[in-house]
């Protein structure tokens, strides 16, 4: 849903357009936590998160907003192959350390189907989030 398309850029030296691959960073995965949390129970879809998820961390907020898969091909571009074994780890690290038995249980957790504040998923908390400040 979120997967940004890949888009050309211009070298202004040699009067051309040039394509130019751009890696995602975790800055990204707010927008699509939000999203996943807010459809989650509401479509008959899985759903995968892409986009932002650099670390195990990343891996488990997905999960616990309700993504089925996430998708993970800019760190594995930046880091190599082993990150995957890092994050695979780690989100088994933390599940155990939470007491998760399963991703299935983890699942949508935190989605606004069971979040116990399912209003800091919404616009209605954007002034809240003005007051606390940063």
């Given at each position: ?31 699509r936590?939000?999203?996943?949390a ?71 957790a ?25």
């Amino acid at each position: 849903m979120f997967n940004r398309f890949y888009q050309p850029d211009v070298d202004l030296d040699r009067l051309e357009v040039v394509p130019r691959l751009r890696l995602s960073d975790p800055g990204e995965l707010g927008l699509r936590i939000r999203w996943t949390a807010l459809l989650w129970e509401r479509v008959s879809l899985e759903l995968a998160v892409t986009g932002g998820v650099h670390t195990a961390d990343d891996a488990a907020k997905a999960i616990l907003c309700g993504a089925t898969a996430v998708q993970a091909a800019s760190a594995l571009l930046r880091h190599g192959p082993a990150r995957l074994t890092e994050m695979v780890e780690g989100l088994r690290t933390w599940m155990e350390a939470r007491g998760y038995a399963s991703l299935a249980e983890a699942r949508g957790a935190l989605s606004a189907a069971k979040a116990p504040d399912p209003a800091a998923l919404v616009r209605a908390n954007y002034a809240r989030l003005l007051r606390s400040g940063p």
